[in-house]
């Protein structure tokens, strides 16, 4: 007889605890987020009552006013929260990587497959849009890893479309805040079969198997959204 394997359950991650540590990273880099989500919270439901008492029914309109409340504070917090997490990522080596790794959807990223000395690296994605090579670190350094890098592409993969990224906040770049909705933004040009094909052919390629350091919260602030 042949047992069945038990299937392993998922294990999910309690919703409150997810709000507890995103508050948690949010506090180090923002020390005054309490006071900002309760002062929020109060001058809100302040405006429902207020409301209220010039329709003469402070309490049905306060009753209302109380999980919308919640609500704007919420919404301030993700908000906040979000930036904070990029925030306490940036600088860190392999911070592009934890950001291109956590598009969930339609893109599949390998990190590091090219690194200089210096730690500079190239990261490569690959999606409907194509091919997109990522670089993050000295921009001489990641330019010529990236030229070099997207040679080696076209070898293994040609008439694929590359493109090429590098990560900053000078002009002709893209900051890490932004690196996700560039990436998401990119006009399809793979048919889905086409793109396994690519996928299948790159992993043959690989890349550094280097360990890329994880932040603190580098894929959280996408999830709340």
């Known amino acids: 007889m042949f047992k069945r394997k038990a299937k392993e359950k998922?294990?999910?991650?309690?919703?409150?605890?997810?709000?507890?540590?995103?508050?948690?990273?949010?506090?180090?880099?923002?020390?005054?987020i309490g006071s900002t989500l309760i002062a929020t919270f109060i001058a809100t439901f302040a405006v429902g009552i207020g409301i209220g008492l010039i329709v003469s029914h402070p309490v049905y309109v306060g009753f209302i006013f109380l999980p919308l409340s919640f609500l704007?504070?919420?919404?301030?917090?993700?908000?906040?929260?979000?930036?904070?997490?990029?925030?306490?990522?940036?600088?860190?080596?392999?911070?592009?990587?934890?950001?291109?790794?956590?598009?969930?959807k339609g893109?599949?990223?390998?990190?590091?497959?090219?690194?200089?000395?210096?730690?500079?690296?190239?990261?490569?994605?690959?999606?409907r849009a194509g091919i997109v090579l990522?670089?993050?670190?000295?921009f001489n350094t990641v330019r010529q890893l990236l030229q070099d890098e997207h040679k080696k592409t076209e070898r293994f993969a040609p008439?694929?479309?590359?493109?090429?990224?590098?990560?900053?906040?000078?002009q002709g770049q893209v900051?890490?805040?932004?690196?996700?909705?560039?990436?998401?933004?990119?006009?399809?040009k793979l048919t889905a079969h086409q793109m396994r094909e690519v996928r299948a052919r790159l992993k043959a390629v690989g890349g550094l198997s280097m360990p890329i350091p994880k932040g603190p919260m580098p894929t959280r602030a996408p999830k709340m959204r």
């Open 10 to 32: 998922k294990i999910k991650t309690p919703r409150f605890q997810t709000f507890r540590d995103a508050y948690s990273v949010t506090k180090q880099v923002k020390p005054w």
């Open 72 to 104: 704007v504070t919420l919404l301030l917090f993700t908000r906040i929260a979000g930036r904070a997490a990029y925030s306490s990522i940036e600088g860190q080596i392999g911070a592009g990587a934890s950001v291109l790794m956590a598009i969930r």
């Open 107 to 127: 893109w599949t990223t390998t990190p590091a497959v090219a690194v200089s000395r210096n730690q500079d690296m190239v990261h490569r994605s690959v999606g």
């Open 134 to 138: 990522t670089g993050e670190g000295s």
């Open 159 to 170: 008439g694929v479309p590359v493109i090429e990224v590098i990560i900053g906040d000078e």
């Open 175 to 188: 900051s890490l805040r932004k690196l996700q909705k560039h990436l998401q933004k990119q006009p399809k």
